[in-house]
């Protein structure tokens, strides 16, 4: 049995800590203390990858970590913003530039720009119904990670909580949550 203090500190060790104007109350705010200790950390990553339950609303709780609902192409801009959330991750919000995408769901035509350096990046990306092409983000992926830290992945019933850390970091975190971090990389071939 581990209380909710005791497995923030566990992920602060990690280098997943709460934003500054964030607090305990906030994530008591979504869940009571029990359900932390009946799921902890699985429970308490999806809900550092979301945003405050309150006033102002769109602050996220962690920039580290994201709960990524799949489920989110309707409309031209939706890459965009994942794109820029996968910018924060990282911690460098301006490693993209001149990012675009289009999409019609309809016609099936989408693809996403953007430059990094000096380098324009174009994907062609598959449409799926509402579906997010993990593929094609798996590119971005790649093009924006560094220092000895990668983009991982634990599948959860309600989103894919995505987290950027280096190996060692990973490792322990799939031991405290009890998980496989699956590595976020393309598809050779």
Known sequence: MME??????KLAELGLVLNPEITIE???RAEDREAFIAKP???LLFLLGGEVERKPWGRRICNRVWSFDLECIATTGDYVKIV???CLLIGNEDRLTEIVDYIDLEDGECWLKYTIGDKRQHWTIEV?????DMLALSY???DIQGDGCQFYAIDSSEAMIILYLD???AEKLSDL???????LIPVEG
């Open 84 to 86: 820029r959330k996968l």
């Open 26 to 28: 906030d994530l008591l």
């Open 140 to 142: 971005v992926m790649e």
């Open 4 to 9: 909710l203090e005791s497995q923030l500190a």
């Open 177 to 183: 949550c009890n998980e496989d971090l699956e590595p």
């Open 128 to 132: 799926n119904d509402d579906w997010a």
């Open 167 to 169: 190996r060692s970091s």
């Open 41 to 43: 950390f699985m429970l």
